[in-house]
């Protein structure tokens, strides 16, 4: 089968991250019978370089006629000193508007043989952690009404019955995949906008008798997510608590370079890319960590094609290589083996099956 995918490369390390992440397409490609086809996007500082604009008409263009979309990382200070406007930052909001992508999902993984990067004890975290979490994107209190004088300002948390449906859907759709169970954060002890969201995922969740639901107010589930974080699977929650927490839970893993995420919608159209930045010190010294890039594209199968086959296979190679002891710079410890950006890439294609 065909699958069209937009490659926006992006700045810094991004084109090198995301050459790793074609290298694992073209693998899965060979092995399962899958055609992946390439179109060439800009987005970010290249936008700016090449168009003007941190987003072009034409990238817009060929993300909507696409399947699904790989990003590698936006900014630089390159482009520090240019109109806030046309800032690299700018690009990223205005594809995802152009898109209408409205669930984030941000997952935190830490494999077996990384615990010692992470901050929590090791009966905590024993047998590694694999937590999902779905945020609401564009609603709640960062979209709201808002004003400002002199003597005071307000944000207002706002959500509608549609907004939370929406969302509530994609995360029952998504534990389906995983483990049937989800746990909703909210603050409805307090909010009536919590009241509304925690009454609607209630009413959805009448359509997916197999998925387990329970409730949990914000404050708790930060503190849980340190003191035991193996009881969260699917963590649905809106804007700003999602904004929050999943920054929470990918600090758990100890390396920012080992995480991916996904922009969703309606479709199966999505923005899959690294929760990392562009890292402009490192670009082109090939010491970039292509793992978040490569759990990405995983991340891509699974969530935008249900290739959940193909998307376990990527999953299984990064584990296998990080058992056998290989680690790019941000990752190395004594005793393992430092590989560069692209030798990382070519040994989790290589154990791809």
Known sequence: MDYKITILKGDGIGPEIVNEGIKIFDKIGKIYNHNFIYKRG??????????????????????????????????????????????????????????????????????????????LKESIIKGGLDIMVVRELTGGL???????????AYDTLLYSNFEVERIAKKAYEIAKLRKNRIINVDKRNVLD??????????????????????????????????????????ILTGNLFGDILSDEASMLTGSIGMLPSASLGDSKLGIYEP?????????????????????????????SFNLVKESEAIEASVK????????????????????STSQMGDLIAWNIH
């Open 42 to 119: 800009y987005l970010g500082g290249e936008s700016i370089d090449k168009y003007g604009v941190p987003l072009s008409e034409e990238t817009i263009k060929l993300c909507k006629e696409s399947d699904s979309i790989l990003l590698g990382s936006i900014g630089g200070p390159k482009w520090d000193d240019i109109d806030p406007n046309l800032r690299p930052e700018k690009g990223l909001l205005q594809i995802r508007k152009a898109l209408n992508l409205y669930c984030n999902l941000r997952p935190a993984m830490l494999f077996e043989s990384l615990k010692d990067s992470s901050p």
């Open 142 to 152: 960062y979209f709201g009404p808002r004003n400002r004088d002199e003597e005071k």
């Open 193 to 234: 906008s919590s009241k509304l969201w925690r009454d609607v995922v209630i009413k959805v969740g009448e359509d997916y008798p197999e998925v387990k639901v329970d409730h949990m107010y914000v404050d708790n589930a930060a503190m849980q997510l340190v003191v035991n974080p193996k009881q969260f699977d699917v």
């Open 275 to 303: 929760v990392h930045g562009s890292a402009p010190d490192i670009a082109g010294k090939e010491i970039a960590n292509p793992i978040a890039t490569i759990l990405s594209v995983a991340m891509m199968l699974k969530y």
């Open 320 to 339: 296998k290589v990080l058992d056998q002891g290989y680690r790019t710079p941000d990752i190395y410890s004594e005793g393992t083996k430092k590989i």
